[in-house]
C-alpha cells in the first residue's frame, strides 16, 4: 500500500473516493453524495486547496481517504479538524485507516498543528473505537449533529494533542 498527499491536479482520484465514501456511509459524512456528485473539476480542485488530503493505493487503486482543515484564527491556528476519513469496505482490517490517519498527522504536525478534533456518528461503534484506539479522546457529544431522511443522529466530539506520545 501506498499513501500520498493529493494535490490539485489529483482530483480526479479525490472526487472517487469521496464519492464512494458517501455511497458506502451517507450517515457518517456531513456532505451529500447526490449534491456534490456533478461538482465541476474546478470545486474538487479547490477543495484539495484547502485542505490537506492524503490517499491510500493498492498499486494504483485509490482505496481510501483521510484528510484535515486546519483552523484560521491566529489563537487556534495549533488547532486541525481531522476530515473525511475512509477506507474502501473491501480493504478495511489490515491498518489502511490508521496509516491515512498517521500520514495526516504527520504532516500536521510538520504544519505546526498541535490538536486534531473530529466529529464521528455516536453511533458508529466501530470507528468510534478506532480512534481511541489511536489516542483520541470523547471530550463531548453533539446531539442532532446530522439530519438524515429517518430523523436526527449524534456526533461525538474527540480530540488528540499532537505534540504529545
Do not use: C
Not at 74 to 87: G, P, T
Not at 101 to 129: C, K, P, Y
Request: no cysteine; net charge negative; glycine share 4%.
Amino acid at each position: 500500500m501506498i499513501v500520498r498527499r493529493l494535490a490539485p491536479d489529483d482530483w480526479p482520484t479525490f472526487k472517487t473516493l469521496r464519492l464512494a465514501s458517501l455511497r458506502d456511509a451517507p450517515d457518517n459524512f456531513a456532505q451529500d453524495h447526490d449534491a456534490i456528485a456533478d461538482d465541476p473539476p474546478d470545486t474538487w480542485q479547490a477543495a484539495l486547496k484547502q485542505r490537506v488530503t492524503y490517499a491510500a493505493f493498492d498499486d494504483s487503486t485509490p482505496i481510501g481517504l483521510a484528510a484535515y482543515i486546519a483552523d484560521d484564527p491566529s489563537r487556534m491556528s495549533h488547532r486541525a479538524h481531522l476530515i473525511n476519513v475512509w477506507v474502501d469496505p473491501a480493504w478495511r482490517g489490515a491498518g489502511r485507516a490508521e496509516a491515512l490517519v498517521r500520514a495526516v498527522e504527520e504532516a500536521a504536525r510538520s504544519d505546526g498543528i498541535l490538536q486534531f478534533e473530529l466529529e464521528v456518528n455516536a453511533e458508529n461503534a466501530r470507528a468510534v473505537a478506532f480512534y481511541h484506539r489511536l489516542g483520541y479522546q470523547t471530550v463531548g457529544r453533539i446531539p442532532r449533529a446530522f439530519r438524515t431522511p429517518t430523523g436526527f443522529l449524534d456526533d461525538f466530539l474527540m480530540v488528540r494533542a499532537l505534540d504529545r506520545t
